[in-house]
């Protein structure tokens, strides 16, 4: 496998289910990105890691909670998400944070919420 | 305030056809500027970027944008399309050093008329 791959690719899950979305890179990147898509509404940052370490969180509510374990992984973990949580949710992953350095995305997850 | 704009939001050319997609920013130092391009059901993929020199920019697939500062436009443009450039486009501006500071526009989905 190679590039930046996510899983699952569609997840639907009620207001009180807890669930993880798993991002996974093999590109050797150090920077890992969580982005929010939603329909007719620009890409949302949500998350920033740099070597393992959270550097970003642009006032993401407490029900997304994201682990980034080592530079190839990031996990969004979910818990008690609301209707309008459901949106196209991409990992992405870059050498370092530097503008300059690509941005490669993975697929996204689908996520519905009931 | 940063901004991007795409004014179009769904385009549709005939194959073959030239195409151009346009992209207004507000940034007031010099800007770097990116095209990325979304295919159906796939994360998103830096078609070109901007970030000084030549203000014609050739890209990935056939693709060129034209910076031109005193419209604050960096169009993006094809001579003729193929089925396959069917997809959402989405032109950003990095509003700082780091990539977490990329903005992006809400994005052109482009048909393509057979």
């Known amino acids: 496998e190679t590039g930046v791959t996510q899983t699952p690719r569609h997840l639907v899950m009620g207001m009180t289910n807890k669930k993880s979305l798993k991002c996974e890179q093999h590109?050797?990147?150090?920077?890992m990105y969580w982005y929010k898509q939603s329909a007719k509404k620009p890409l949302e940052l949500m998350f920033v890691?740099?070597?393992?370490?959270?550097?970003e969180n642009n006032s993401v509510p407490s029900r997304f909670s994201p682990e980034c374990p080592n530079s190839s992984h990031l996990f969004l973990h979910l818990h008690t998400l609301q209707p309008e949580d459901s949106a196209l949710y991409l990992c992405?992953?870059?050498?370092?944070?530097?503008?300059?350095?690509?941005?490669?995305f993975g697929p996204g997850t689908r996520l519905t919420v009931l | 305030a940063q901004s991007v704009t795409q004014p179009d939001i769904h385009i549709t050319v005939s194959e073959g056809a030239s195409l151009e997609l346009r992209c207004n920013y507000s940034y007031g130092a010099t800007p770097y500027l990116f095209w990325y391009v979304q295919s159906p059901g796939q994360g998103l993929q830096l078609l070109l970027k901007?970030?000084?020199?030549?203000?014609l920019v050739q890209g990935i697939k056939g693709f060129e944008a034209e910076f031109k500062r005193s419209q604050s436009s960096f169009n993006l443009r094809k001579p003729s399309v193929h089925w396959s450039d069917a997809a959402e486009y989405f032109c950003?501006?990095?509003?700082?050093?780091?990539?977490?500071?990329?903005?992006f526009g809400s994005g052109t989905r482009l048909s393509i008329r057979p």
């Open positions: 590109l050797g990147h150090n920077a």
């Open positions: 890691y740099n070597f393992k370490e959270q550097t």
């Open positions: 992405a992953s870059s050498t370092t944070r530097d503008r300059d350095n690509e941005q490669f």
């Open positions: 950003a501006v990095a509003a700082g050093s780091s990539a977490s500071k990329i903005i």
């Open positions: 901007y970030f000084s020199g030549d203000t």
